[in-house]
């Protein structure tokens, strides 16, 4: 079991919750992209093993995304943001 | 709303669990309270003048009147709970007072268990890791969250403790055996 604060809500029981993928992924211009890079932005992820930009969604409580930068090997949660903010520089 | 000789409640086959061992354990229906989602944006001296109560704007917290209860659901969403029967007047009295407001009538979704009780928290706490002490969740606290596996909305009424428990009416009777289930060992132990 793990806890996960809302920023809205607070702590809550991870299964309140669904992770949404990675964060900030910028939509090419769908007119002057290259294939290679539309098929990066479509598919491509970072996966990494670390600091790991999520969005997440607080699916039983009050139904809004938020940010939340989370070490994928330990579970460690380091920060978590609104929708509307850009990672946060010193857990990059 | 549904005619009225149509309407019965998911919970019309099961039986009040009263608090006859004096354990301090009563589980009871509050049948066909008016519920109403209202999402939007909502000024705070509208709700007061129709409903005579504040809007809650904390997350976790309701406000609550004589006859009516406004529940926090999200940062533009609550859910307003009446007496039976007013949900058609209540739709009305809102829609007109919130003009930038989704207002929906979901009494019909809706069931409302009331569980009470110096036992309640206990038997609570087997369904969520919500901290239910009146120290974090006191009266006039109410939220939307996973309860033994299925979406509620709990709000503390009073420190007594009495909690009503909104849950959707499919998963009603299957809420109802759950706490009639997780409360048959304090009853037992009481007996
Ligand atoms: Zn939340």
Redesign the interface.
Known sequence: ?M?IPCP???D??D??FTCGGEAHIMRPDPATASDAEWADYLFMRENPKGLHHERWFHA?????WFHMTRDTASHRIVAVYAITESAPEASG | MAEAWQRQSPLARRSPMDDDTGAGLAMTEREFLAKITVRGKVADDAIRDALGIALPGE??TACSGKDHAILW???D?WLVVGPPDTEKELVSTLATALPDAAVIDVTEGYATIRLGGPLAREVLSMG???DLHPREFAAGAA????FART?VILHKISDDPVFDIHVERSQAEYLWTWLETASRPYRDALR
């Open positions: 079991m806890l809205w809500c607070g809550r029981l299964a309140e039983h409580g009050c139904r809004r | 997350p976790n659901l999200g940062p969403e969520t890791p919500l939220t939307r969250t996973l979406t």
